[in-house]
């Protein structure tokens, strides 16, 4: 885990040309993408491409590994669910997702451009033409000391992608090892269903305790429910495709 310092990151809606911008505690997140061995140590199984980004992982089983995570080291589990219905305690300190301000602040590591160096050297896109994730840290890292965060596979956030088209659509953000450079940038969003699996989106482990029942690190519960009420029919922040 690398400790990030708090800080402020511009956030944009492509859709509909807004800007906001979200104020961020410190937190710490994970240098790599949670890797095969890793998840295999918690769940008590063998990895078979250990330094591989771990994929197929629905966005709930993340959420599940997050407590797995925080159990294995004695911490409170950032989350309660019931079913689908999933609780983040926000002054918890397990481990848990980043919110997608800190992910994209953590990216950035204070670049304003889309990519944080030449994308050649700290990313694995359909430029490199392989057909997996490749193993972690086989590119430069970021100014925070992060390996991956664009390319190679995407990772899951803990926000909702735009409630009021897309309901429980959670975001995940970085692009992936088939993509191209328009997707692997630090302000594109994507997303898909809770349940969802896809062979080219892991996740990243977050850790940070905070003072608001329902609001952290740019995320806010309220918010939440005033944009899935929204009358707007366009997705709320989705970035088009060229």
């Known amino acids: 885990m690398q400790g990030i310092a708090a800080g402020e990151v511009v956030l944009p809606d492509a859709r509909r040309s807004l800007r906001r911008t979200a104020r961020l505690e410190p937190f710490a997140i994970g240098v790599f993408a949670v890797t095969e061995e890793q998840v295999a140590e918690l769940l008590g199984e063998a990895a078979e491409h250990p330094r591989r980004p771990a994929v197929e992982l629905s966005w709930l089983r993340a959420i599940r ?3 797995a995570a925080s159990e294995w080291e004695g911490l ?13 305690h926000v002054d918890s300190d397990g481990y848990r997702l980043p919110t ?3 992910w994209e602040y953590a990216c950035r590591a204070g ?6 160096g030449p994308l050649a050297e700290i990313a694995w896109t359909s430029a490199d033409g392989v ?7 086989g590119k430069l890292p970021n100014l925070n000391g992060l390996f991956d965060t664009l390319g190679n596979v995407w990772e899951w956030c803990w926000d909702l992608l735009d409630p009021a088209r897309y309901g429980d659509y959670r975001v995940f953000r970085g692009g992936g090892f088939a993509d191209d450079a328009w997707s692997a940038r630090a302000s594109t969003r994507r997303g898909g269903p809770p349940r969802a699996t896809h062979e080219d989106v892991g996740m990243r482990f977050a850790r940070g305790a905070f003072d608001g029942p329902d ?7 309220a918010e939440d429910l005033e944009r899935a009420s929204g009358d707007d029919p366009r997705p709320s922040g989705w970035t088009p495709r060229r």
């Open 111 to 116: 670049s304003t451009k889309p990519h944080y």
């Open 65 to 67: 590994l997050c407590n």
């Open 131 to 137: 057909s997996w994730p490749q193993e972690v840290g």
């Open 100 to 102: 997608e301000a800190e």
């Open 76 to 88: 409170d589990p950032a989350y309660t669910y019931d079913g689908d219905q999933v609780t983040w």
């Open 215 to 221: 609001a952290a690190q740019g995320w806010s519960a």
